[in-house]
């Protein structure tokens, strides 16, 4: 049985290879007013309203962007409590990683309930999300430029300095 498992799911891989892998499978997210710079009030969005589905890959001014791995600012990225996610975005494409996404109000970096999404860096430097619809109304995620090639250099240092004690 576990044999014709794997056949149907060679078979399955080869009819739909699109769903084997996020990276060539999402949605574009082409939304300039997420920007961790954006200030502008006059329109606030709430990411609770909107039915995610599947991956999606952000970009800010045409190039690709990520969710902010630090507590942003509220009232920024179009909404009230931006949302960025808890521990740093991966900085290998080996796999697909769960992080807390929180937000902030209120002087807190986490006032409203949290939920967790999925992140995967694609090979040609650009990141996907499974995204998922946060706790409450006015919730938003964020998103900023990143350098991949600075984030590797920085987990590279840290690490060896972990070494080091
Ligand atoms: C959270 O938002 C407040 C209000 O915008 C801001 O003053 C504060 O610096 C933010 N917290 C962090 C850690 O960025």
Redesign the pocket.
């Known amino acids: 049985i576990p044999t014709n498992r794997f056949v149907l799911f060679l078979l399955f891989m080869f009819l739909f290879p699109q769903c084997a892998d996020p990276c060539s499978r999402y949605t574009e997210l082409r939304e300039d007013w997420r920007s961790v710079n954006n200030v502008d009030q006059s329109n606030v969005r709430c990411d609770q309203w909107v039915n995610w589905d599947g991956w999606y890959r952000f970009y800010l001014g045409g190039s690709s962007a990520a969710i902010p791995e630090?507590?942003?600012?509220?009232?920024?990225c179009g909404t009230h409590a931006?949302l960025y996610i808890t521990e740093p975005n991966p900085t290998q494409t080996s796999d697909v990683v769960t992080r807390t996404v929180c937000n902030?109000?209120s002087?807190?970096?986490c006032y409203f309930a949290s939920h967790t999404i999925k992140v995967k860096l694609c090979p040609g430097n650009f990141y996907v999300y499974k995204l998922a619809k946060p706790s409450v109304c006015h919730l938003g995620y964020c998103a900023a430029h990143f350098h991949l090639l600075a984030k590797i250099i920085k987990s590279y240092i840290s690490v060896s300095i972990k070494y080091l004690d």
Not at 70 to 76: E, G
């Open positions: 630090k507590c942003v600012p509220s009232q920024r931006s902030n109000w002087s807190s970096c």
